[in-house]
């Protein structure tokens, strides 16, 4: 009987050391996650303030923890609520800047989404239970477009399709 319950704490100790492991690694791919592209900039103030207003436009909450020395902008939650659980979402962007030289640059930009799992008060935020639901790489991909069309990119459209006949 004792070999048993020490192979059972063997066997949970072990267990509950591949969850903190595997945890460790998770983190590592959500700081990867993520959209990259490179745009023409005239200038490091001009890339910020265009990036700063496209945020501000997608109701992002831009403010304190936007840092241009450290060249990262993060956002604050931009919340929806909903009336059944799982529905209501809060998101924030986090965009990093990297200078490419000659007035190109490197733009790193992510989309955290959270749920609310809530079932009793689901639009209350203070009742809040938020789990974490990845990226939103459709928003990401928005955003993208938006500050390349502001500083004159070309738009990535797709291929021209045949209209339907009647």
């Not at 023409?40 to 936007?66: I, M």
Request: charged fraction near 30%; include cysteine; proline fraction near 5%.
């Amino acid at each position: 009987m004792k070999s048993f319950l020490a192979r059972l704490a063997l066997l949970g100790l072990a267990l509950a050391l591949s969850l903190s492991f595997s945890s460790c690694a998770s983190t590592g791919e959500k700081d990867k996650a993520g959209q990259d592209f490179e745009v023409d900039a005239p200038s490091e103030n001009v890339l910020w303030a265009v990036a700063g207003q496209e945020l501000q436009r997608l109701d992002f909450p831009v403010g304190s923890e936007a840092d241009p020395a450290k060249r990262v902008m993060l956002t604050g939650w931009r919340t929806s609520l909903a009336p059944f659980r799982g529905k209501g979402h809060r998101e924030r962007a986090e965009l990093r800047f990297e200078s490419l030289g000659s007035a190109r640059f490197r733009i790193h930009v992510s989309i955290e989404r959270e749920n609310n799992m809530n079932l009793s008060r689901p639009i209350d935020p203070g009742y809040a239970e938020w789990e974490s639901a990845g990226q939103d790489e459709a928003t990401a991909l928005v955003l993208i477009q938006r500050i390349k069309g502001r500083l004159g990119e070309k738009l990535e459209v797709g291929p021209e399709q045949k209209r339907p006949s009647f």
